[in-house]
């Protein structure tokens, strides 16, 4: 038995939240149900380097049978904020008898976000078997669609009048449809005609840009109808659960014993057919010092670093070593850069 005895991943069917939200400018609590992830497309090799069995496929889960635990913890601060959602890191209020809950973040959605983040909760799911060894645990994703009444910390308070200004001062181009698909049917509803560039179709109405948006995620996820309902549910929040991590890889001294082991992360999701894809200094971090690190199926050892930030990843059927090798190219900059003191990105 782990000396952690650490909870299931899979206990929690609700997570409550104080600190968060704010209902008629109180402070209040914030509840979430476990949520549905939204699977990533997948990407097939057009260069003749493909497996030759195909995608790997995912195991059966290693998790007991889910349970109906209610998670309840406190904000505190904010660790970062990117293009999908704000990471803060919380104070977890657990029973004093029982398993062991380890420190904990969790990662909200920023508004119009929330499909995103359920894509990367699928990458989670679909890495059990590396959570807690290259990857951090996961422990849930949960989901609530709010009323009017609240008020989101960087979101602008959600109302009817809000929604009426954004329709006015907005315009989306095709590329927002693209990169940002859900605010790109939010703001659809314009009274005038817009353009579309790329095909000269005229995009006067919600459906015409549901149409639009529909045929451009065919290469985003396998289930575009579904990506839309999360889209149309303007006012969804969505909250992923992992164990917080460590410290970033240190800058401006050597990395001797580092790179490989970095390098070796990538290997493994290469395995699994997934390009991370977000390679940057930002999305490493050290391995908990409250969770067991455990032994990695592939290198029979356990890694001291871990990846974070999956919403760009893909699946693809490429061959192990080309599928990591993109990382390992962009890994060899970022090392040489960090030895002499900085810190580059992809943005």
Known sequence: MSPFNLIAQNTFSSIEIEGL?????????????????????????????????GFWVRPPSNFPAPSNGILRVTVNDQLGRGR????????????????HIPPLVIKVSNRYRSPKLAREAWFYEEMEHLQGVCIARCYGFFQVELTEEYEVPNWRRISEEVAEEADEEERCSLRDSVW????????????????????????????DWEDLVQEEL????????AHLTFVRKHHLISVLV????GEHIPIGIPLEGIRQDIHDLYDDLGR????????????????????????????DRTHAWRLIDFDLAKKTDKLPEWTASSSHSLLKIIFLNLVEGTVIGWD
Do not use: M
């Open 242 to 245: 992992l164990e917080r991590l």
């Open 272 to 299: 699994l057919g997934i390009e991370a894809v977000d390679v940057h200094w930002r999305n490493i971090l050290g391995a908990s010092g409250t969770s067991e690190r455990l032994v990695c199926p592939y290198h």
């Open 218 to 225: 065919s290469c985003y996820t396998p289930d575009p109808a």
């Open 84 to 99: 999908i959602g704000t990471v803060y890191s919380v104070d977890v209020k657990s029973p004093r008898d029982g398993p």
């Open 21 to 53: 939200v704010k209902k008629n400018d109180q402070t209040a609590i914030l509840t979430c149900q476990r949520g549905s992830t939204l699977p990533a497309n997948l990407q097939y090799d057009s260069y003749g380097e493909a497996r030759p069995d």
């Open 180 to 207: 940002s698909q859900e605010r790109a049917i939010y703001f659809a509803k314009v009274k005038e005609d817009t353009p579309d560039s790329a095909s000269n179709k005229v995009i006067d109405t919600i459906e």
